[in-house]
């Protein structure tokens, strides 16, 4: 397969959570969801770039865990 573009970059695991209200300084909040996600800069912008249509290689490093197979198939999936 053939690609337009090759990103070096970070691959890591974003962790979004979804709060009630923003907690004060020192405090703490309600959490109502919580959402790990592909994240990272050089996965980011693949994953953009890919969505534009391009056909797009992502070079970067994961460990040789679970997180780390998970890491590797989100791109492929998604």
């Given at each position: 397969m ?5 990103v ?8 979004v ?13 309600v ?5 790990e996600?592909?994240?990272g ?5 693949a ?22 197979q ?8 998604g």
């Amino acid at each position: 397969m053939d690609h337009d573009v090759l990103v070096v970059g970070q691959v890591a695991r974003d962790l979004v959570l979804a709060l009630e209200e923003m907690p004060p300084p020192q405090g703490s909040t309600v959490v109502s969801q919580r959402h790990e996600m592909l994240g990272g800069k050089g996965t980011n912008q693949a994953v953009g770039l890919r969505q534009l249509g391009g056909q797009v290689a992502l070079l970067g490093v994961v460990g040789a865990d679970l997180v780390g197979q998970q890491l590797l198939a989100a791109p492929r999936t998604g």
